[in-house]
């Protein structure tokens, strides 16, 4: 104690330093945790994984998820097949969770030291990560050290927790020892119950250098009350399923409608009943992924894969039917001539990332990819999406231009509708693009996991919108003619007939002059015709005479 009170001004000052960077440290930690989470699957598996060195602990990430906390147990709870549990329970449990050390570190220990290793797995939730390591003390520390120790704030060898009676739900610790020279061992299988909301996270955590290039292997088990589904991904296994039934909706709709006027449809009628089907089945695919999720805790690969390819399928031939509605296609150009290869290719290409994307961000398990890998993946399909929005617009442009020229009304009062639509969803858009930049940068660790699932949702939403709304302009009728293409109308010519109204005139009066030339000449030809006839008629009657 001597020591602590010499330079007493000193060390205050730097604890305080080091208690803010212990603060940064323990912050990093969870950030960097919370941005490389990819899947929330419920079932976390470790294989032989490492711990890695921060400050002075090493450190395994097991996983993190918003769990919501236990119902209330009552006689008329059924208790679930697979647990042997009540439905309502919410927990986090170990199962079949080795530790495995390094035969060099099982030689330094004592043969005859019954614990020669300690591991500790800690479960925390984000609220209470202040009550982990020495923030509490002025110190920097994660770890209890020997200064720490002689005072009696915690016991050496073990990770610094502030314990508070007055929370019992406050961070639980875990802990398993390795017994004299074995390399291996083995944590007792255990179930700890959740009876506070929040989002919890899940470390595995030990002191002792000695124990370093230890390696962690088996599963832990997350559930919540309702289910094996992670908090923030609950409430979208009923969104998916309400979207099913609207898409079943829209189709059933849709469907009265073309068979009533199925004489008169036009191409697009057929794109866009493919999106309609397209949309329903995607629907019902996560619908049903989720519920497996839900009540197995494991995301089967058939079923997920199949989501993901009708996620990215729909996408594309969104995109698509946007850009050739765009283009005119069935309304001014009967095909889309030598453009037809172009966007086919860009279809291609967008289904492609977007498939990729896609299996990353629902196959992979965690740490299985980290920011930069996700980053890689995202900005193809971020440039591909502002290829389709620039090539979408710059058609429209020239569609309102045809229209403008032919004086077309119905249709040029149609496009204008679908133009200032698309125009208010491409703002929402990027409203919306915002608000999940400031939503994720306000919120790294995850405690706002109860609005996570709005994210995906309002995209959902949007598509869902704009099929609506094309699906009213295009409505098949008994007078097509309004909106479909018509060769008596002149609709097929080329694009670089339209550049310039100006040269829409020069090309009308060159053909005037044509026409007045070929007038003359046809008027002069006559005219020497009926001299030549009065000719031969004189001379005939001259011969009488004679």
């Known amino acids: 104690m001597a020591y602590t009170d010499h330079g007493g001004d000193r060390r205050?000052?730097?604890?305080?330093?080091?208690?803010?960077r212990h603060c940064r440290i323990v912050i990093l930690l969870l950030t960097f945790h919370s941005i490389i989470n990819l899947v929330c699957a419920s079932i976390h598996d470790y294989q032989n994984e490492t711990f890695i060195r921060r400050a002075n602990s090493f450190f395994f990430h097991g996983g993190s998820e918003g769990l919501y906390a236990s119902k209330p147990i009552s006689f008329n709870n059924s208790l679930s097949s697979q647990d042997n549990l009540p439905t309502g329970k919410s927990f986090i449990r170990f199962e079949s969770i080795n530790f495995r050390r390094t035969k060099e570190s099982a030689q330094m220990a004592s043969a005859m030291q019954q614990k020669t290793g300690l591991v500790e797995a800690i479960i925390i939730r984000v609220k209470d990560r202040n009550n982990i390591g020495g923030v509490s003390l002025n110190s920097d520390a994660i770890c209890c050290t020997p200064e720490l120790a002689k005072e009696g704030s915690c016991k050496l060898g073990e990770v610094i927790i502030r314990e508070n009676t007055d929370e019992p739900n406050g961070p639980k610790r875990l802990q398993t020892f390795f017994e004299g020279q074995n390399e291996e061992t083995h944590m007792v299988m255990q179930t700890v119950d959740i009876n506070s909301t929040g989002m919890y996270y899940l470390y595995f955590m030990f002191c002792d250098p000695q124990l370093k290039d230890t390696v962690i292997s088996g599963r832990t088990v997350w559930r919540n009350p309702n289910g094996y589904l992670p908090g923030k991904m609950t409430?979208?296994?009923?969104?998916?399923?309400?979207?099913s039934l609207a898409y079943l909706f829209l189709g059933l709709i849709w469907f009265l409608w073309f068979v009533q006027y199925w004489k008169d449809v036009i191409q697009l009628h057929y794109h866009i009943t493919a999106v309609i089907g397209l949309g329903m089945c995607e629907m019902a695919l996560w619908y049903f992924e989720y519920a497996n999720f839900n009540s197995t805790g494991s995301r089967p690969m058939i079923i997920t894969v199949w989501a993901v390819t009708f996620t990215a399928?729909?996408?594309?031939?969104?995109?698509?039917?946007?850009?050739?509605?765009?283009?005119?296609?069935?309304v001014v150009r009967p095909t889309l001539g030598g453009l037809t290869t172009k966007v086919l290719l860009l279809g291609v290409v967008y289904f492609v990332a977007s498939e990729a994307l896609e299996l990353v961000e629902h196959l992979g398990n965690i740490?299985?990819?980290?920011?930069?890998?996700?980053?890689?993946?995202?900005?193809?399909?971020?440039?591909?999406d502002a290829c389709f929005i620039l090539w979408i617009f710059s058609s429209l442009s020239k569609t309102l231009e045809k229209l403008q020229i032919r004086k077309s009304t119905g249709k040029l009062e149609l496009y204008r509708k679908f133009t200032n639509s698309l125009a208010v969803t491409v703002l929402l858009s990027v409203i919306w693009i915002g608000y999940e930049l400031y939503f994720n940068a306000s919120d790294p660790l995850g405690e706002l996991w109860?609005?996570?699932?709005?994210?995906?949702?309002f995209w959902t939403l949007l598509s869902y919108a704009l099929l609506i709304l094309i699906c009213i302009l295009w409505v098949p009728s008994r007078n097509p003619t309004r909106y479909s293409y018509s060769e008596e109308t002149g609709d097929d010519f080329d694009d670089e007939a339209v550049t310039a109204v100006g040269s829409g005139v020069k090309v009308s009066g060159e053909m005037a002059t044509m026409l007045e030339r070929k007038d003359r000449k046809a008027s002069l030809t006559s005219l020497v015709d009926h001299h030549h006839?009065?000719?031969?008629?004189?001379?005939?009657?001259e011969d009488k005479r004679e």
């Open 533 to 541: 006839v009065f000719g031969v008629i004189e001379d005939l009657e």
């Open 450 to 457: 109860r609005r996570a699932w709005a994210i995906p949702a």
């Open 313 to 330: 399928v729909k996408k594309t031939v969104s995109r698509l039917l946007l850009l050739v509605v765009s283009m005119g296609y069935g």
């Open 235 to 243: 409430p979208l296994m009923t969104f998916y399923g309400l979207m």
């Open 367 to 384: 740490n299985d990819f980290s920011g930069k890998a996700r980053l890689f993946l995202v900005l193809p399909v971020a440039l591909l």
């Open 12 to 20: 205050t000052n730097r604890n305080l330093h080091s208690s803010n």
